[in-house]
């Protein structure tokens, strides 16, 4: 983008090619099933060892009668994330191929809307302060999704960083040609 009045640059798109994206949104769907099926943080308190994992979390939360946070915990940091990344690769595994996805523009709208849902910076936050106050009651020892999720942060970011909306659109374009 550039000044109507100096012509001077106001903003350039991330110069990553389709296949970056892709690689990226690949990574951080392997670490996504990883945050999912190994255990989050495991709790050891006089002999006695608990585990959970990241969707055992929002059950916990629900069976304590907490079941609005409970679905916003599994919205934010399962589903959305999920949708974002799938949503993703349906899009740009075709316009790796020069060609296009069935509905690949709305998708990618509904994409950009729910892109601020997705909070896996605020479920590590606020799990890192979790665990840092029942240190001092138990013995925590952080499990692979621990880790995972917060490799998959970073990706999730780096995703974003990579496929902003004016350079999706120049890939769409690209496609077309």
Not at 75 to 97: A, C, E, G, K, N
Not at 163 to 170: G, S
Request: aromatic share 8%; hydrophobic share 55%; charged share 10%.
């Amino acid at each position: 983008m550039r000044c109507v009045r100096c012509r001077a640059e106001l903003y350039q798109t991330n110069s990553a090619g389709v296949d970056s994206a892709v690689a990226v949104a690949i990574s951080a769907l392997v670490l996504l099933l990883l945050s999912n099926v190994y255990p989050l943080v495991a709790l050891q308190l006089n002999g006695s060892v608990r585990t959970t994992t990241l969707i055992g979390a929002a059950l916990g939360l629900y069976r304590q009668g907490y079941a609005s946070i409970a679905a916003l915990v599994l919205l934010t940091t399962v589903l959305i994330p999920l949708f974002q990344i799938l949503s993703l690769l349906y899009v740009l595994l075709p316009l790796r191929l020069n060609r296009r996805a069935p509905g690949q523009n709305e998708l990618f709208r509904a994409l950009t809307h729910l892109r601020p849902w997705a909070m896996p910076e605020v479920f590590m936050l606020g799990a890192l302060v979790a665990l840092v106050k029942l240190a001092a009651l138990a013995e925590v020892i952080p499990g692979i999704a621990l880790f995972s999720y917060g490799a998959l942060m970073l990706a999730l970011s780096g995703l974003a960083s990579i496929t902003p909306t004016e350079q999706f659109w120049k890939w769409v374009e690209g496609s077309r040609a």
